[in-house]
């Protein structure tokens, strides 16, 4: 009756179960007492008289259910069970039990405590007895004894005891001698379950080891110190403290870490930490941190946040700092690895998506990072020296000598690691709700720290993070309104990031950008001087208006003042007479957000007068450093500068005079490349569709890769397939022609070879194949060399002798998912993944850091800079420029005279596989990085490609239905160039015509005269372009289109015509062109 009852409180309501529970234990307890079970239990406890190990181990486990409760407890430590429990033989049956009742034992402060009151001898048996369980005994007796240990570590007796019988190498054993620590994957799962959690129970012991012995430390440095304000973990009084357990907390153990890692000398040797370094103990956390990546356990995340706070503690010391900056190798990778990238990844949540995984790992890197750059400890080596301690272990050579190269290399290591990237976006964070206000302040002091490193804040700088006072932005308000004590901290290492990088500035608001941090500086900097004669009159006026005429009359006649009439004032100047102004400076802060200084200084009337016309020259829009002298009477006002914007009408500019011919080729390319006609379309057959495509280098034909594998050659001029060839069984995702025209790239993404080089002088032949190597491009200079790409590898294959002649192996790699190899403009240096490759050593130059996923960068064409995604680094400095938002995740494409960029997004890849692209590029100047337009299509943009005169482009545009597939085309766009109102109303009548002729509704989106943006210029540049022979080439190309009719028939009509713009249709050999053709007869022109 009573289990059917049971059962029924379970799956009713689990609150009312428990309480059922307890009762039952209550009742079960005063019957024990009644009934003396306590001497029932001793009884049974000597194996000596029961002469029967099973028996014993029975009574242990009934001994380990009454336990749990106090009273019990402490009544069978006071009639002597401890003693008899530990007389129980070892090894035996029994000797498993005894585990699981020492366990409840010291999950009973109170129990414990009256064990620690034991004498010495006792409590050494004690943990003796303990330490053969962890060796020695079943595994179920291992795991107690790690429990009772990890509950037992508060108590400094027992703490004592555990280090003086050599505990430590005891726990990291259990590890080592695991014979599947790796999880093989040929062992059962019930192995590796058994293994994980092994490692479990082991970090958490681990952890409380360091913490108990990082709050003993803490009181030792405060009585060293005489601090009186050291952070309260124990309730432990003077001269009893030995029996008083730790109380620990999470926000006791960061202060308590904040406030031992300053007193920390440089080369301080703590015991617990020298022991674990020695027995290896830092090698095994790492490599469990690495693998739990791979495990399939619910305790995972437990294990690894187990695991960071053991470092956390342990990075307290500079030695584990130095050794987390040296490459370890993991067991069973013979791949080298820094400790500090592991530590990142967990940081990241690439380990275990978990947020106090995360704040784990943020609290190592912030401890590592945020070190004082002088210790002032003065605890000696053997201070921190244990007394049973080994001889000192010996330290490798270093190149550390002070704090401040500690922290260099530290420093170095992060950046290295990609640090940055990984820091800035967790202050980006905003999921999940209730962590994220905590990680964007812990991410934050680690930036702090970082920052205090000159190329990281160099590198800080430039970013949006602060550039585009995006930080002021997360700082006005947190995520979640309850975290507001998280927030008040994230605001407090914010605070000190802007300091960090742009100087020292106080009471920086929360709504400042760096506009206003500069023009704050600069008004900080400005030297206030005024006419003082100027303010004796207004003192002599203000004494005049008080009614003390003798004293004002003796002040002129003392001064020499000239018996003027009274001066007007301004509103202004009657604030300052009468002590009260009218700027913000009354309420202790300026219109910039700067508080006024709090330092207590003497009050004089220069500095009330300072004051106030500093407080006035912060008002103006444009202020100066220096100034003229100030005006008293008449309120000051810096002059603001006009800024001559030129107009992009080339006519007028041309004939303004004086007009500055400086910045003329800027307007210019302004004015041409915001405006592109479209002028022809070349649609692919049904069954195939177009992904890229490039400009031959005689400008005749267009080269257009499918997804079948074929390259195209299309006549730019008729718009005939003058050829199809087969290249690869998968989709052509690059193509390349060399500057002779004689050889072809090409490049897919699956089924090996993945690029293959081609000759097309008579006959198109494959003469290189290379096989895994999916991107491939020839060199700039000579291009008598391909550099290939496989992942983050590259290789250089010489042309001629068809031979590789270098491979490129960083040694740090930044794995970019679209990583592309590319020589510099004189083939002097590489760029690959990030790194920079000396071409003719063969060696690394240095290693750009990684602030996107997934784009290495190009080269600029002038040679001195490098466009890794949005960032800009100079090739001479390596310091980063700038930062270009506009070309954030975009394919970038060159003019041949280099003054331009266009800018394509990256392909995304749908869940279910499916690529989609932008529907826009931009165009920047490549001088100074300004952007001159972005252009919308109605189509996605999967390729761009410029002829070889500029003077056209060329679009690969699909649909973006996923049914549309078909529906590709490569359309041409004439530079320079933009169509009337009425010849974009006529083409989308067509394209209406075309819509309903073809049944299609998914082509809706196909608005062929909506592609051009701009004013309409046509009539100017008609003007300026030479047409001397325009009838000429009309009849010409009249002729050559008569001539080419068995290749294609040419059908023309009135609304063709007006449209400009010729189509092609290339699976049914026909084509729609317009009345002129003059501008394809000029392009075909320029290219021959």
Known sequence: MFISCDLFCVKANKKLYNYLL???????????????AVELILNYLDTFKTKDSRLTFEALKYLSSLLCHKKFALEFIRKGGLLKMLKIPRPSISATGVSLCLYYIAYAEDAMEKVCLMSKSVLATLVTYAMWLLECSHGSGRNHALMFFGASYPFKIMLDLFDSQDGLRVILNIISTLPNFLADENDSEENQMLTRQVVRQVGYNLKRYFECHLSFLAEKIGKMQQVSQIPQTSNRTEGTSF??????????????NNFVLPLMPLWARWHPVEKLIKLGGLQYLMQVIAFAYDWNYSGRAETVKSVLDILATCCLVPRVQILLTERLTLQGSNNLTYGLSIILSAAEGEVVQDPDVQRSALVVIGNCVSGPLRRNGVATLDQFQHPTAVSKTPIRKSSVKTCEDLLNKIWECVRVN????????????????????????????CLAGLARYKPIRQVLEQLPLMKSGMIQMLMREPVLQENRQEHAVFQKYGLELIKLVYGKITGVEYDLNVVAIHKSDLISQSRIQYNEKQLLELVREHLRAKG???????????????????????????SLINGLPLTPARKGKSTFGFQAPTKQRTVTLDTIVTEYLTNQHSLCKTPMAICPTFDLVVPHKCPTPKARVPTVNFAARFGRPGYDWST?????????????????????????????????????????????????????????EDGTYSCHDSEIHHVQPNRKGNLLLTSSIWRRPLSKLWRMDTLFENIMEFDREEYAEFSNLTQDKVIATNMEH?????????????????RMSNQYTKNRATFDPNDELILCDGVLWDFKSGTEVHKFDKLNESISGVFHPKGLEIIANSEVW?????????????LDQCTLVFTNDGEIIYGTKCEKETPDGYKIADTSFVTLDATDYERIGTIELKRNIYSLATSPNDLQIALVENSSSEDSVSDSCVRFYEVGRSRGEEEEQVDEEDEEDELQS?????????????????????????????????????????????????????????????????????????AHSDGSDSTSGNDSDDGD
Not at 22 to 30: E, G, I, N, V
Not at 556 to 567: F, M, Q, V, W
């Open 548 to 574: 003390l005429l003798e004293t004002a009359v003796l002040l002129g006649k003392e001064a020499k003042l000239d018996n003027t009439p009274p001066i007007v004032l301004s509103s202004s100047s009657k």
């Open 22 to 36: 307890f009762h039952f234990f209550l009742q079960m307890l005063s019957f024990a007492f009644k009934n003396n």
């Open 998 to 1070: 073809q049944d299609s509704d998914d082509d809706d989106d196909d608005d062929e005269g909506s592609d051009d943006i701009g004013l309409d210029v046509d009539r100017l540049l008609d003007e300026l372009l030479p047409n001397e022979n325009e009838e000429f080439e009309n009849e010409e190309s009249q002729e050559e289109t008569e001539e080419d009719e068995g290749e294609m028939v040419l059908e023309s009509d009135s609304e063709d015509a007006e449209a400009g713009e010729a189509e092609v249709d290339l699976s049914s050999g026909s």
């Open 794 to 810: 590259a290789y250089i294959y010489d042309i001629e002798t068809k031979m590789k002649i270098l491979t490129l192996e960083p």
């Open 874 to 886: 100079d090739v001479r400095t390596f310091k980063l420029l700038r930062t270009v938002r506009a």
């Open 664 to 720: 003329a080729g800027s307007v210019n390319r302004k004015l041409v490349y915001s405006r592109f006609k479209p002028i022809r379309v070349l649609r692919s057959p049904e069954e195939d569709h177009f992904t890229t495509a490039s400009f031959s280098s005689c400008n005749q034909w267009a080269i257009v890769g499918t997804h079948n594998g074929e390259i195209k050659l299309i006549n730019i001029v008729t718009g005939s």
């Open 243 to 256: 029996y008083k357990p730790l109380k620990h907390d999470p926000t006791k153990l960061r202060e308590l």
């Open 418 to 445: 990609n640090g940055i990237l990984i820091l800035t976006r967790l202050l980006l964070v905003k999921s999940p709700i209730r962590d994220a206000d905590s990680l964007r302040a812990l991410a934050c002091r």
